[in-house]
């Protein structure tokens, strides 16, 4: 059996299950190969004895190292996760090495020199443009780094076109659902609200939803359904979402806050909404590459969409009219909620393109051919 190692930067399973790592693992699980994904835990108390796990199949080993004091502190702390994350998968001997996003990606080509293994580069996002957001230099020591790695790679996967093309081509995989899931029937009780509703999932910004908020204020008879938390890492959930309901208040919009809810629900959110508003989630830097998932959740659950001018999502939109490209969230959502046929007829449209081109079925035949290409010059007795 091909042992794969893969690495990652933060836990698997906890707070939440990385959706894309755990799909792509599960996916090879399946197909016979023997998966262990290597992890970072920071928070010691989460874990206790619960540092080698297995579920469905996918072996789970955590390191700790947590971050703490000042900037060089936490660059020595780093630095000391990814050597623990080098060494266990040297220990671990595996075929290929899989890392996911370019932390881990020095970790990776360092450990295959030991058991001439193949590297894989998955990345999930602009990491370069992301560190320079906060920073320029560090933005910068990425971007050196990650085009001196990328000539020690063997196959790279990415999130979009946009993306793909910007690292030099690669093969995209497409952080989506199996037709399956997307298929089973769905109570729709729409959370209790009336009318036309426009839904926003994930992570909750109050610049964007004041936008939002104000916007749904202007269009007869729509509420709205907002579903998430804070972004990743930040607190404050209970002030913000007060201040939130005060400004719908304000404003005359019907919205209702659930808060975060389990990915097991994610089915009934979309199954609510008539229209689906997809964030901007990330910075504006960022955007032209970012591939949202609720993008393409609202496809297969039929649900039109209303995006922004950002180059990776307004090109799938545009391609099959399955929403509407725009900046101007009054007007968009009075367009599609004055327009019951539009909508459907949208639904529709971003359903067939989810199915003859993004559903998790697709993407999974195509992870599997770069894994079986890669290991058609292995010896034998490693498969």
Known sequence: MTKVAMILGHDLLEPNEDTRVYREALSLVKAGYEVTVFCWARRMEKYETKWEVERDGINVVRIFEELEGGFFSKVRGFWRAMKQLQLKVEEYGAAVIHAHDLETLEAAVSAAKKNDAKVIFDSHEDW?????????FIGKYYQRKQKKLLKSIDAL??????????????????????????????????FGMDGVIAGYIGGLRKPILEEILDAASKVNALSLLIVGGPPKGRGGYNQMIEELEEVAVEKGANAKFTGPLPYSMMNECYAACDILIVGHYVDERLR?????????????YKVPVIVGPYEARRKIVERYECGIVSDDWVGTLTKLSNDKELRKKMGENGFKAFKMNYSWDLQEKKLLEVYENLLEDKPSEEM
């Open 157 to 190: 996967l990415t999130v979009s076109d946009e993306l793909a093309l910007r690292l030099g081509g690669g093969t995209v995989l497409y952080n989506s659902e199996p037709v399956e899931v997307v298929e089973r029937p769905v109570e729709n009780h729409k």
């Open 128 to 136: 370069p443009m992301m560190e320079s957001v906060q920073n320029w």
């Open 288 to 300: 032209d590459f970012a591939m949202p998932k609720k993008l393409l959740d609202a496809m297969a």
